[in-house]
């Protein structure tokens, strides 16, 4: 989650039970990355087969940290671990990203990818908010 006002950024964990953990994304850190897995809460994690979000989940961690958002879709439109690829499209468990969202905090900005993100050609919609920013 991220603010256009405050220029916060946060991603939270949740799990049943009301249990949460919150963790403050602060400017300049290294991109953060989640694959539908518990990272923080000390919780069984419930639903199956965790083999993708491992898969994916190491692919990201030997890329190089995306420092901008172009190198950030970069990795989300990923396809370079065949079985299991950061961004999914008839894969082996013929599984399928949905949608990729591009939140630029310092632009004010929201763009929404309904194929593979590395391509901008490929977004399906952007917009801009109207807060002002200092």
């Known amino acids: 989650m991220g603010s256009f006002i405050s220029q916060e950024l946060v991603t ?40 993708s979000s491992l898969h994916r989940r190491a692919r990201f961690e030997s890329m190089a940290k995306p420092t901008t958002i172009s190198e950030m879709l970069h990795v989300l439109g990923d396809t370079e671990d065949l079985q299991f690829p950061i961004f999914r499209r008839n894969d082996t468990t013929q599984e399928d990203t949905l949608f990729s969202v591009e939140f630029d ?8 990818f309904r194929d593979n993100p590395k391509d901008r050609a490929n977004m399906l919609w952007d917009e801009h908010t109207s807060v002002p920013f200092k």
């Open 12 to 51: 939270v964990e949740t799990a049943p039970g009301g249990l949460f953990d919150r963790k403050q994304i602060r400017p300049g850190a290294a991109a953060d990355f989640h694959a539908n897995e518990y990272l923080r809460l000390n919780v069984e994690q419930l639903g199956g087969n965790l083999e």
């Open 105 to 112: 905090l310092r632009r004010g900005a929201v763009a929404v």
